[in-house]
């Protein structure tokens, strides 16, 4: 039985959407973006300000609806811009509301310079029940260069799930 596999992501800029439409690219998967129900401001002071006081008081942050059940897939690449080391609440809020456990999680995610920080272990507690593998990671977007980088990092946990 081949696996099915899902990429699902939120993405503020375009740098983490573009890592999931090179992943779609090399993979037969289907892909499902998350958006926030009240959009994010595109000034990048106000979208700080924003998330941080959402992060604060633990908001689970409205997303609109999609029409994706997680439970036929097997494999579930999860993209994120980097929030603080967190991933991005809408994202974490659709997250929450599935049931992941016996799926393996793939975690990609964009950064502007902190790298992964709490990444993996922030999706291990959202994703209760879930084999959470190693984040790539890509300093804004990926480019040309990365391609091989990501297939590489793809296929070392396909072939394990």
């Given at each position: 039985m081949s696996k099915k596999y899902l990429i699902v992501y939120y993405s503020q800029s375009g740098n983490t959407k573009s890592?999931?439409?090179?992943?779609?690219?090399?993979?037969?998967?289907?892909?499902?973006e998350i958006e926030?129900?009240?959009?994010?401001?595109?000034?990048?002071?106000?979208?700080?300000?924003?998330?941080?006081?959402?992060?604060?008081?633990n908001v689970d942050v409205a997303y609109k609806?999609?029409?994706?059940?997680v439970s036929s897939y097997d494999v579930i690449f999860v993209g994120t811009p980097n929030w603080g080391g967190k991933v991005a609440l809408p994202l974490a809020t659709f997250l929450?509301?599935?049931?992941?456990?016996?799926?393996?999680i793939?975690?990609?995610?964009?950064?502007?310079g902190v790298g992964k920080q709490d990444i993996e272990d922030d999706l291990k507690e959202l994703c209760p029940g879930a084999k959470v593998g190693s984040a790539y990671s890509a300093f804004q977007k990926?480019?040309?260069d990365d391609v091989e980088d990501v297939i590489a990092w793809m296929y070392q946990y396909m072939d394990r799930a």
């Open positions: 890592a999931a439409e090179l992943i779609q690219h090399v993979v037969d998967a289907d892909l499902c926030a129900q009240d959009p994010y401001p595109t000034n990048y002071k106000v979208l700080l300000k924003r998330v941080r006081e959402e992060m604060d008081e609806p999609v029409s994706i059940d929450k509301q599935q049931d992941l456990t016996g799926k393996t793939l975690p990609f995610l964009s950064h502007g990926v480019e040309e």
